[in-house]
């Protein structure tokens, strides 16, 4: 067996059920590694996740409470998600960017250029958008509040009607 396909087999995988649709979860010992967006489907949020459902076992007590936040903040409320995370693997700007993005508070917007500034890389801002668009962990590191320099909603994983969606949530 590889080295991959043994760590994979590391990996344990949930799936809940929210207000907005399914959630899937991945974790590897180290903490959570990739959480999806609400989906329509169960399918649906299993596939966003790269869940390999043959090669990782489903463990939802693994999670711990994170259904249970999950499903908080997708009613509106102000949630402080509390599992370890596993950024292991991401690229030193990207993972500057991630937690840049983490700091933002509820109900609070900021810039690519703001984010791009707060990793380190003031001119860097496509890459902090890049990191923001190969977020793995969304909800939990709200790259949803990242938004164009004139406060423009752009791009968004889920779709600009998820990110409104999620916004509006916050600034209830």
Not at 120 to 129: E, K, M, T
Not at 140 to 164: D, E, F, N, W
Request: glycine share 10%.
């Amino acid at each position: 067996m590889n080295n991959r396909a043994q760590a994979v087999r590391e990996y344990s995988y949930t799936v809940f059920h929210t207000s907005m649709g399914w959630v899937a979860a991945v974790a590897s010992p180290a903490g959570l590694r990739k959480l999806s967006l609400p989906a329509n489907t169960e399918q649906a949020a299993l596939e966003e996740a790269g869940v390999e459902q043959g090669d990782m076992k489903v463990e939802p007590e693994a999670f711990g409470d994170l259904p249970q936040q999950g499903q908080r903040f997708m009613d509106g409320e102000q949630v402080t998600f509390t599992m370890s995370l596993d950024l292991a693997g991401t690229p030193p700007f990207f993972k500057a960017a991630l937690n840049a993005c983490a700091s933002i508070p509820r109900g609070e917007r900021r810039s690519y250029a703001w984010l791009a500034h707060q990793a380190g890389s003031p001119l860097a801002v496509r890459a902090a958008g890049q990191a923001m668009a190969r977020n793995p962990l969304p909800l939990i590191i709200p790259c949803h509040r990242v938004v164009g320099s004139k406060g423009s909603l752009t791009g968004y994983g889920g779709g600009l009607a998820m990110k409104t969606r999620l916004l509006e949530l916050e600034s209830r």
